[in-house]
């Protein structure tokens, strides 16, 4: 994969909604919110054909948890990457509190583009 053409999606997946956020693999490259969606899957459908036209490798990373599994099975079964991340191994700053389900996204794809993640 050439680095240029990768992008990283930070998913926050919650009940209601799911929050993303994308990087793209080069160092100068800004963290976007690409905003909220709900949790049916033609809706993450629309968001990933969107994605589709900007590049074209996307890895996606979400916190493995019973909300994020038939997101990882409906992206798996149509090819794309998937990574569960453990809550625990997701760094966070000491005394940081009230994370906003945006601002989790956009930690999970800048943290998987700098490559200090592994999938559970």
Not at 47 to 64: K, N, P, W
Not at 72 to 86: E, N, P, Q
């Amino acid at each position: 994969m050439h680095p240029s053409s990768t992008l990283s999606v930070g998913l926050d997946v919650h009940t209601a909604s799911i929050a993303v956020a994308s990087v793209a693999k080069a160092h100068h490259a800004e963290v976007v919110s690409l905003g909220t969606l709900g949790t049916r899957p033609c809706e993450s459908d629309q968001r990933i054909r969107q994605l589709q036209s900007t590049r074209a490798h996307r890895l996606f990373v979400y916190a493995a948890g019973p909300g994020g599994s038939w997101l990882s099975r409906d992206l798996t079964t149509k090819g794309h990457v998937c990574w569960g991340i453990a809550p625990a191994l997701l760094p966070q700053k000491p005394g940081e509190r009230g994370n906003t389900t945006r601002r989790e996204a956009l930690t999970r794809a800048r943290v998987m583009r700098s490559g200090d993640l592994t999938p559970v």
